[in-house]
């Protein structure tokens, strides 16, 4: 006997099948906050008696379940202090994907590492048809930039070539503006210091790279597959290990006038290099992509020092001090207070 119901959520067959009936009851369990045992029966299209049965497997399997007898009674799922496997429709699937998928190219967010996890999780687990309106949706759907400027039709392809172990071709726009075309091996996906990467084995170069998402354009996965050629544990290490500020579009040069571990503390919130150069001096380099935003940090840098190119950054920290000396020179003087 089958029976199909509005309630029931698509793609679950209710019926003689006593695996079938349970993903079909879980479903139903999960939509409402209460069930009457006769709405419930009807529903799956079993009696009273095989619903109790079908209650106590899913209890055995450990989902709280409460049951009260009577006119009023009837069943519904305790919320316990563990979320259980959650069963959702195609419509709940295709929702929360894309949510995820925002919450994930929030990189400033400090939910965008779980939600990049949770997507992971249920794209493996997603049938083949389900993919297919995924990919079509992405297209139409994307997410608020992060400062990596990672949309959700990007992310959205590159999980799936990564799951799939599918090659991936794009254009690559490297710091100096230069374009190229490069086919790759993806492998990890990763966010640091607040810019999306991915991790690949580059077919062209024979070597590993890692590229920035936003950097990114006319990306097309390939029916080309690739067996990994590291482990997860290998590529954790590749997304640990210090981004060369040479990656970034301007780089400026510090003689600081001080040791090596007070250089190392102050300028720990930004990508950086350094190099012992005596007791007192130290030299580091720092990497960003604007100037400006350079200028800005190095104004607030607590330790003196000598500034060397390059030339960019130079005329963004000239323009910034002469903007702060207007603002001194213009601002009331205490007698005029």
């Known amino acids: 006997m089958m029976k199909t119901d509005s309630d029931t959520p698509s793609g679950v067959v209710v019926g003689s099948d006593p695996t079938a009936r349970a993903l079909g009851l879980l479903g139903l369990l999960q939509k409402r906050s209460h069930w009457r045992g006769a709405d419930l029966a009807d529903s799956l299209g079993?009696?009273?008696?095989?619903?109790?049965?079908?209650?106590?497997?899913?209890?055995?399997?450990?989902?709280?379940?409460?049951?009260?007898?009577?006119?009023?009674?009837?069943?519904?799922?305790?919320?316990?202090?563990?979320?259980?496997?959650?069963?959702?429709?195609?419509?709940?699937?295709v929702a929360t994907t894309l949510a995820l998928t925002v919450a994930a190219s929030s990189i400033d967010s400090d939910y965008a590492g779980p939600a990049l996890t949770a997507l992971h999780k249920i794209q493996a687990g997603l049938p083949h048809h389900l993919g297919l309106r995924l990919e079509h949706l992405r297209e139409a759907v994307e997410a608020m930039p992060s400062r990596g400027?990672?949309?959700?039709?990007?992310?959205?392809?590159?999980?799936?070539?990564?799951?799939?172990?599918?090659?991936?071709?794009?254009?690559?726009?490297?710091?100096?503006?230069?374009?190229?075309?490069?086919?790759?091996?993806?492998?990890?996906?990763f966010a640091k210091h607040g810019i999306w990467r991915l991790i690949t084995f580059d077919l062209d170069k024979n070597e590993w790279r890692t590229f920035r998402l936003d950097r990114m354009s006319r990306l097309k996965s390939h029916s080309w597959r690739f067996a990994p050629r590291e482990t997860a544990t290998q590529l954790a290490a590749r997304a640990a290990a210090p981004i060369p500020t040479d990656a970034y579009r301007h780089r400026a040069e510090l003689v600081v006038y001080a040791s090596l571990d007070h250089v190392t503390d102050a300028a720990s919130d930004l990508q950086h290099?350094?190099?012992?150069?005596?007791?007192?001096?130290?030299?580091?380099?720092?990497?960003?992509?604007?100037a400006n935003d350079l200028a800005a940090w190095l104004a607030g840098f607590p330790l003196p020092f000598d500034l060397l190119g390059d030339e960019e950054v130079l005329h963004a920290v000239e323009r910034l001090g002469a903007r702060l000396s207007r603002a001194v020179l213009n601002a009331p003087s205490h007698d005029a207070r």
């Open 149 to 189: 400027g990672a949309s959700a039709t990007t992310i959205l392809t590159i999980i799936g070539t990564i799951r799939r172990q599918q090659r991936l071709t794009f254009t690559y726009t490297d710091r100096h503006e230069n374009y190229s075309r490069r086919t790759v091996e993806p492998h990890w996906l």
């Open 273 to 290: 290099e350094v190099s012992n150069v005596s007791d007192t001096h130290t030299l580091i380099t720092v990497g960003g992509d604007s």
């Open 46 to 93: 079993v009696t009273h008696r095989t619903l109790r049965r079908d209650i106590q497997r899913l209890r055995d399997l450990g989902y709280k379940i409460d049951g009260a007898p009577g006119e009023l009674g009837g069943y519904a799922m305790d919320r316990g202090h563990v979320l259980p496997p959650l069963l959702l429709d195609e419509d709940e699937t």
